[in-house]
């Protein structure tokens, strides 16, 4: 055996030894990436003694990146420099280095490998700053000394030297980039540890930053533990995947925190408890990082400053502080008297930055965290106190000023209950923030807007934003959003209700009047109804009703439509899709005109009616008695949510039932598309269009169905695309259509494409759901109420409204919703055109369940 198959032997050998180590917990993070940096250095050496001869000098081998810094995870890559003095010795290397790489690879190490003359080095590009960065980490490990020293001692030095800012500035330019790219926030509750916000790329960026600036790197305790806990996350993940993974999901967390990976003390711990050590610990990387950046030197060009400086509403008053270098600074103590344990000072700053969205420096955060055991003897209470903390919930940046009073612990001093919520995480893969993060994003949504922008959102913004402008009481508002998730925090109860109970004591605290702390207590104990009653027919006269009278005002009504909208929108960045906004904005319409008793029921659909039937009529002259004829007989809910147009293309449609009994009409759009069939009514017509659509992969958003008075139906089906198969295809939009044809004459079809559908691979889901299958019969006079929350799954639809056929129920309407994984289903039916028989529900639910069962199977 060679010394170099020796020496793969023993890395292999020793890296097997430190997996078990971590395993068996007798191995830290921070001890395993470290020796397996001392692992790699003595294979290396081998490998390269093993070519000295050929090697000769003006050849080295440094170790570069994680490598340099003896951060080598276990699927890391082996960042590599072979630095050669000139041209012609890069060229008669070249052969060797290509067998030292092979030998790494063949040991199973991944190698990044790079080769420069070593003037090549000394240059600066911009555009390759990674690679200059690297440097800043470079050791030796093999080769020609001098040149080593020549590269450590002389040309490293002096390009910091020269480059020092511009490569600074770069490297903070770089890290807002890959910030953005996740959002700007590190609460994500499937962060990647190494890339996110608080990340281990974060710690790298401060050691850099300090090396840059010639500061000593930090070495505090905490900054330690929080690089400790990451790193042991990372081995985790890599040893768990076998490659360079770094994405913490759900079922990883479920795993680490098992194994209680990173915590002292070790296993047991639930996973949400766990992941708030993770957050925590993120948070410490992030605030190091911000403090850094905050005391580097700002390049700004004159023009920038000076429209900054045009631009920045000025800070409340300099009473204590001023601004400067675009951060709020706290003025120095004296013998008498420190700024920084003043509380008036404290919450004016905050009120500044809520209104301006100019941050405190890291300086005074620091003075402030310092001096919290003096601001919490002197803090305001009563309405003194709520009288200043409006004025930061009403400034334009209140998020911001909430966030760094969270971050600082005053938010909690303040206010204890928003404590119990402090990095929760609720398992749920719909969401994705942690609550407090939710909260303060609820926050910056309802301040964001009147500001204008350019998206599919940007005309309902313009409407929920006139609401806002026309709310009495939006600091009454803010404060209710601050506080809707506190009873998150308790494990016990409905979280609405223990949010309320928390608020009681909050609201009692701030001596607010019985006006002011009612409105605030109904919307937290409420903010959960207009959600709920979206999920029925918004224009069923009797959801109205009951959605009326419990928001009892209108401006009760406002703050709750703007607390919806925000809270969807918070739940995560595409929760809120336009067609959504649509309906929260028709809900609104509809209780706003019934609280305002501006229309009678009865003379609403009489006139509404009439007027429509004209409009349509005029639409098609000449042929007034055949379109009365076709609209005798649907509901008024047809009528009211179609447009004369749209009931001239279905009667057109109709008319050509003779030659086809199938007549379809599709639209598409990048957003969703929507299809409409027109045929004699039959059997299970429903679940065969639901049966298609699912097995071309389509997401079914809401469907709807009405027949007339003479057995023709008009079904509608608004879904999107899930894999763009119409989007990249325009071709396939009439393959769909003729399947869907085919599928409704022949039921034999439609059965063969979801039997098909089933048999393909299903990706595993995040979350396990349990189902439920609930009848209401009190909420509609007219229809059964049947609720359907279960795993989404292929097929689940069809399914349904297959077992809802054969059971001869008629689905009126169909609301379709899905969070994550979970299905939420509400269909509206009938039986005979009356609602269901109570004895027939068991025996109903008992088949809806065996069906979803055999479905998920």
């Known amino acids: 055996m060679t010394s170099a198959e020796s020496a793969r032997l023993a890395y292999q050998g020793r890296m097997a030894a430190l997996k078990a180590a971590f395993a068996d917990r007798a191995e830290s993070g921070v001890g395993l990436i470290r020796a397996r940096a001392s692992a790699a250095d003595d294979l290396v050496n081998v490998l390269w003694h093993q070519h000295a001869q050929e090697l000769g000098t003006g050849i080295a081998a440094l170790a570069v990146g994680g490598y340099g810094r003896q951060e080598l995870f276990p699927a890391s890559d082996l960042d590599l420099l072979?630095?050669?003095?000139?041209?012609?010795?890069e060229k008669s290397a070249k052969p060797v280095i290509r067998q030292i790489n092979q030998a790494l690879w063949d040991t199973g190490i991944r190698v990044s490998a790079t080769t420069r003359v070593l003037?090549?080095?000394?240059?600066?590009?911009?555009?390759?700053?990674?690679?200059?960065?690297?440097?800043?980490?470079?050791?030796?490990?093999?080769?020609?000394?001098?040149?080593?020293?020549?590269?450590?001692?002389?040309?490293?030095?002096?390009?910091?030297?020269?480059?020092?800012?511009?490569?600074?500035?770069?490297?903070?330019?770089?890290?807002?980039?890959?910030?953005?790219?996740?959002?700007?926030?590190?609460?994500?509750?499937?962060?990647?540890?190494?890339?996110?916000?608080?990340?281990?790329?974060?710690?790298?960026v401060c050691g850099w930053?300090?090396?840059?600036?010639?500061?000593?790197?930090?070495?505090?305790?905490?900054?330690?533990?929080?690089?400790?806990?990451?790193?042991?996350?990372?081995?985790?993940?890599?040893?768990?995947?076998?490659?360079?993974?770094?994405?913490?999901?759900?079922?990883?967390?479920?795993?680490?925190?098992?194994?209680?990976?990173?915590?002292?003390?070790?296993?047991?711990?639930?996973?949400?408890?766990?992941?708030?050590?993770?957050?925590?610990?993120?948070?410490?990387?992030?605030?190091?990082?911000?403090?850094?950046?905050?005391?580097?030197?700002?390049?700004?060009?004159?023009?920038?400053?000076?429209?900054?400086?045009?631009?920045?509403?000025?800070?409340?008053?300099?009473?204590?502080?001023?601004?400067?270098?675009?951060?709020?600074?706290?003025?120095?103590?004296?013998?008498?008297?420190?700024?920084?344990?003043?509380?008036?000072?404290?919450?004016?700053?905050?009120?500044?930055?809520?209104?301006?969205?100019?941050?405190?420096?890291?300086?005074?955060e620091q003075r402030l965290e310092e001096a919290l055991p003096l601001l919490s003897s002197q803090l305001d209470e009563g309405a003194a106190l709520w009288l200043k903390l409006r004025l930061i919930f009403l400034g334009e940046h209140a998020g911001l000023a909430l966030r760094s009073m969270h971050a600082l612990g005053i938010l909690e001093l303040l206010i204890p209950e928003f404590h119990g919520i402090d990095a929760l995480v609720i398992r749920d893969a719909y969401h994705r923030y942690t609550?407090?993060?939710?909260?303060?994003?609820?926050?910056?949504?309802?301040?964001?807007?009147?500001?204008?922008?350019?998206?599919?959102?940007?005309?309902?913004?313009?409407?929920?934003?006139?609401?806002?402008?026309?709310?009495?009481?939006?600091?009454?508002?803010?404060?209710?959003?601050?506080?809707?998730?506190?009873?998150?925090?308790?494990?016990?109860?409905?979280?609405?209700?223990?949010?309320?109970?928390?608020?009681?004591?909050v609201v009692s605290r701030l001596e607010m009047d019985e006006f002011e702390s009612g409105l605030v207590l109904g919307l937290i104990q409420n903010h959960l109804d207009m959600s709920s009653a979206l999920r029925r027919d918004i224009f069923d006269a009797e959801t109205i009703r009951t959605f009326a009278e419990k928001v009892q005002t209108p401006e009760e009504l406002r703050m709750i439509t703007l607390f919806t909208y925000a809270d969807i929108q918070a739940v995560h960045p595409d929760a809120l899709t336009p067609w959504k906004a649509e309906n929260l904005w028709r809900l609104y319409i509809a209780t706003s005109n019934f609280l305002d008793r501006n229309i009678d029921d009865e003379r609403f659909d009489s006139r509404v009616s009439s007027e429509l039937v004209r409009r349509i009529t005029q639409l098609l002259p000449g042929e007034s008695r055949e379109v009365l004829q076709f609209v005798e007989g649907f509901p008024q809910r047809y009528l009211r949510t179609r447009s004369p147009e749209q009931i001239r293309t279905h009667y057109t449609m109709?008319?050509?039932?003779?030659?086809?009994?199938?007549?379809?009409?599709?639209?598409?759009?990048?957003?969703?598309?929507?299809?409409?069939?027109?045929?004699?009514?039959?059997?299970?017509?429903?679940?065969?269009?639901?049966?298609?659509l699912a097995a071309w992969g389509m997401n079914i958003i809401t469907a709807d169905a009405f027949s007339n008075a003479h057995g023709i139906v008009v079904d509608s089906f608004r879904f999107t695309d899930s894999f763009r198969t119409l989007e990249m295809n325009p071709g396939e939009r009439d393959?769909?259509?003729?399947?869907?044809?085919?599928?409704?004459?022949?039921?034999?079809?439609?059965?063969k494409m979801i039997a098909n559908r089933k048999r393909s691979r299903r990706r595993t889901p995040l979350v396990e759901v349990a189902t439920s299958v609930e009848f209401d019969t009190e909420s509609s006079t007219h229809s059964t109420i049947l609720q359907v929350v279960a795993q989404d799954l292929a097929g689940l639809l069809y399914a349904i409204s297959t077992t809802l056929g054969e059971a001869r129920c008629s689905i009126e309407v169909a609301v379709i919703d899905t969070e994550g994984d979970t299905a939420i289903d509400v269909f509206y039916l009938t039986q005979d055109d009356a609602p269901l028989e109570l004895d027939d529900l068991p025996a109903l639910k008992q088949k809806l369940l065996a069906a979803i069962e055999s479905n998920a199977a």
Request: proline fraction near 5%; include cysteine.
């Open 82 to 89: 072979f630095v050669v003095a000139d041209a012609d010795k």
């Open 119 to 204: 003037a090549e080095c000394d240059n600066y590009d911009p555009e390759n700053a990674e690679f200059t960065l690297s440097l800043l980490d470079a050791r030796s490990i093999a080769g020609d000394t001098a040149l080593t020293a020549k590269l450590l001692d002389d040309c490293i030095p002096k390009l910091l030297e020269r480059e020092r800012r511009n490569l600074s500035q770069r490297l903070l330019e770089l890290t807002q980039e890959r910030h953005a790219r996740y959002g700007n926030t590190l609460f994500h509750l499937e962060p990647n540890i190494k890339e996110c916000p608080g990340g281990l790329r974060d710690a790298n």
């Open 209 to 364: 930053l300090a090396k840059l600036t010639n500061a000593q790197p930090t070495s505090s305790l905490e900054f330690r533990e929080a690089f400790a806990f990451l790193s042991s996350i990372r081995c985790f993940l890599h040893i768990r995947s076998n490659r360079d993974s770094n994405a913490l999901d759900w079922k990883t967390q479920d795993a680490a925190a098992a194994e209680g990976i990173g915590v002292p003390n070790g296993p047991p711990r639930d996973a949400a408890h766990w992941m708030q050590l993770y957050f925590r610990h993120a948070r410490v990387i992030a605030r190091q990082l911000e403090q850094q950046a905050d005391a580097m030197p700002r390049a700004r060009s004159i023009l920038k400053q000076t429209r900054d400086f045009l631009t920045r509403r000025p800070v409340t008053d300099n009473l204590g502080m001023r601004v400067e270098r675009g951060r709020i600074v706290l003025d120095a103590a004296t013998p008498d008297y420190d700024p920084a344990a003043d509380s008036d000072v404290m919450m004016r700053a905050f009120q500044s930055v809520a209104e301006t969205g100019t941050r405190l420096s890291s300086t005074a």
């Open 435 to 505: 609550v407090d993060e939710h909260t303060f994003v609820l926050i910056d949504t309802l301040h964001g807007l009147p500001a204008p922008e350019q998206s599919p959102m940007a005309e309902w913004k313009k409407r929920f934003a006139v609401i806002l402008h026309d709310l009495q009481h939006p600091d009454l508002l803010y404060l209710a959003s601050l506080l809707h998730d506190t009873g998150k925090g308790r494990s016990t109860g409905e979280h609405a209700t223990e949010s309320m109970r928390l608020a009681q004591s």
């Open 654 to 692: 109709s008319k050509r039932l003779t030659d086809d009994a199938v007549q379809v009409d599709f639209h598409w759009t990048s957003a969703h598309s929507d299809i409409t069939l027109v045929t004699p009514d039959r059997q299970l017509l429903f679940a065969r269009i639901a049966g298609v």
């Open 735 to 751: 393959h769909l259509i003729r399947d869907l044809h085919d599928a409704i004459a022949d039921p034999a079809v439609a059965e």
